[in-house]
Every structure is written in structure tokens, then in C-alpha cells.
């Protein structure tokens, strides 16, 4: 079956960066685009940083420009989300999600405190 595993979440000060990974299984990753969310407490989710099925082509909503970076190993079937100068509002369990069907991973916590 399909399973999607994050990892790499945690508390990390402000201005600090991490290192998010999607462990992917149970389907053909490098055939599907894939994404990145979040969702903080009494938030709705948001989207984070969609990348193609190549991994040429990515995109990110504007709140996270600059700051974020996705990538993906398609012989790992593994994608990755790098976040650098974090801040507070950034705090929420962050997701990874197979575009066009309905798999997500159970999420990793970030905690962005001083």
C-alpha cells in the first residue's frame, strides 16, 4: 500500500533551518508530482511547495518564496523541503501529499522558539 513518511521535523530557534523528508513507497514516485503542506493549530492547510514528477519544475505561494526549497531523489523516492530563516509563524506539522490522488503522510512538527 501506499505509505509516505516525513522526517527531519523538531524545534529549531528563529532564523534557524531544517531539513524535511518524504519517504515514499507502494506506488511509482517518479510518475507523480508531489507537494509539500502544513497546517498550524486552528489554521486551515496551506500549501508549502509543489515540485514536478522530474523535479524540474517547482513552485512555491508567495509566503514562502525565498525561503524554501523543494527537491526530490526520484531513485530514493524521497522528496525533500529545505527551510532557512524560520520564524515563529512557521510553526505547524508539515505534510507531504501525492498530487491528483488522495495519499498523505501522517506529518512532522516544526516548532520554530526561542
Known amino acids: 500500500q501506499v505509505q509516505l513518511v516525513e522526517s527531519g521535523g523538531g524545534l529549531v530557534q528563529p532564523g534557524g533551518s531544517l531539513r524535511l523528508s518524504c519517504a515514499a513507497s507502494g506506488f511509482i514516485f517518479s510518475r507523480y508530482a508531489m507537494s509539500w503542506h502544513r497546517q498550524a493549530p486552528g489554521k486551515e492547510r496551506e500549501l508549502v511547495a509543489v515540485i514536478t514528477s522530474d523535479g524540474r519544475g517547482t513552485n512555491y505561494p508567495d509566503s514562502m518564496k525565498g525561503r524554501s526549497t523543494i527537491s526530490r531523489d526520484n531513485a530514493k523516492n524521497t522528496v525533500y523541503l529545505q527551510m532557512n530563516g524560520l520564524k515563529p509563524e512557521d510553526t505547524a506539522v508539515y505534510s507531504c501529499?501525492?498530487?491528483?490522488?488522495?495519499?498523505w503522510g501522517q506529518g512532522t512538527q516544526v516548532t520554530v522558539s526561542s
Open positions: 501529499h501525492v498530487i491528483t490522488t488522495q495519499y
